[in-house]
């Protein structure tokens, strides 16, 4: 069965942390994608990456970065958590084409 | 820009008339496009998607999609909604075929008993 696995269902930190969010299939799938999800506004995109080491930026990239180092591991960085980045954060990924995304059950962040 | 626009943030049908839920796109090339569903405290299931072969797209639990360029629409339909329908409901697109896939904001539909 294919498996999307995000490190934290819940996460809880401070104004100003680093905060690290991990992501890792199993699927070898070239693409994975980090989503945020927040009520009314949809999935918007962070970012991207179509192979190891590549990164592309999504719709609202500006506070994150990322890394992909390895192939199955996908990582969301947030330099400096503030307010407005809590939301639910999804992984997702898919092969090459036009290929079904397999979601992750999603990070739960909150920045006090 | 390119977007993906889904009409209207909630829907309400009663249980058994049809549904209807909007989306549209612009896209410079003709795109992929995909209609996932998430129920609440759930993730994301892909309903149907289109990837330029039939442009009338069946998918599960009875749904389908019509893909119309001339309109750039790929609107979702149920011939009689049920009351387990009841989720949110998004369009999402690779608009350029390059792998990028972006959603719209979400529509959640709601049954009436």
């Known amino acids: 069965d294919v498996k999307v696995t995000q490190s934290s269902r819940y996460l809880v930190k401070r104004t100003g942390e680093k905060v690290f969010l991990e992501c890792v299939q199993d699927?070898?799938?070239?693409?994975m994608f980090w989503y945020r999800q927040d009520p009314g506004l949809g999935l918007r995109l962070i970012y991207f990456?179509?192979?190891?080491?590549?990164?592309e930026k999504g719709d609202i990239p500006e506070g994150y970065s990322v890394s992909r180092e390895k192939k199955e591991r996908f990582s969301l960085i947030l330099e400096s958590a503030s307010t407005n980045q809590t939301s639910m954060y999804l992984c997702?990924?898919?092969?090459?084409?036009?290929?079904?995304?397999?979601f992750g059950s999603g990070t739960q962040l909150s920045v006090l | 820009a390119q977007s993906v626009t889904q009409l209207g943030s909630h829907v309400s049908v009663s249980e058994g008339a049809l549904v209807l839920l909007r989306c549209n796109y612009s896209?410079?090339?003709?795109?992929?496009l995909f209609w996932y569903v998430q129920y609440p405290n759930q993730g994301l299931q892909l309903l149907l998607k289109?990837?330029?072969?039939?442009?009338l797209v069946k998918g599960i639990n009875g749904f389908e999609a019509e893909f119309k360029k001339s309109e750039t629409s790929f609107h979702l339909t149920k011939p009689s909604a049920h009351m387990s329908d009841a989720a949110e409901y998004f369009c999402a697109s690779e608009l350029n075929r390059d792998d990028k896939i972006i959603f719209g904001k979400g529509t959640r539909l709601h049954i009436l008993p």
């Open positions: 896209s410079s090339v003709p795109p992929y």
């Open positions: 699927m070898d799938h070239e693409n």
């Open positions: 289109y990837t330029s072969a039939a442009t």
């Open positions: 997702a990924t898919s092969g090459r084409g036009p290929e079904k995304l397999f």
């Open positions: 990456s179509y192979d190891v080491k590549m990164k």
